[in-house]
Nanobody, 114 residues
Framework: QVPLVESGGGLVQAGGSLTLSCVAT????????MGWYRQAPGKQRELVAS???????NYADSVKGRFTIYRDNAKNTMYLQMDSLKPEDTAVYYC????????WGQGTLVTVSS
């Protein structure tokens, strides 16, 4: 069973916003560095944002200043707030541990139209 389920994707115009959610079956976030990843058509999966156990965040240069990663340990949920979306942000978005990854879930598709 995949312990992480992503949701919140959809179709949005360039400049718009979306918030993705990642729900865990268990207290995964409290004990692991976590990340949001994305895979665009024809490209490799890449890490776009991460958050450590202590709450320190890091972002890929391509999303810095536009995306915000945060989590609610009490709800076993992690989020990715995406603002000022660009067509190049179009991808399937996944959540997973940074180290010792779980089996990948289905992800959630984000499509940004120009």
């Amino acid at each position: 069973q995949v312990p992480l389920v992503e949701s919140g994707g959809g179709l949005v115009q360039a400049g718009g916003s979306l918030t993705l959610s990642c729900v865990a079956t268990g207290t995964i976030f409290s004990w692991n560095d976590m990340g949001w990843y994305r895979q665009a058509p024809g490209k490799q999966r890449e890490l776009v944002a991460s958050i450590t156990i202590n709450g320190q965040t890091n972002y890929a240069d391509s999303v810095k200043g536009r995306f915000t990663i945060y989590r609610d340990n009490a709800k076993n949920t992690m989020y990715l707030q995406m603002d000022s979306l660009k067509p190049e942000d179009t991808a399937v978005y996944y959540c997973n541990r940074v180290f010792n990854k779980f089996l990948w879930g289905q992800g959630t598709l984000v499509t940004v139209s120009s």
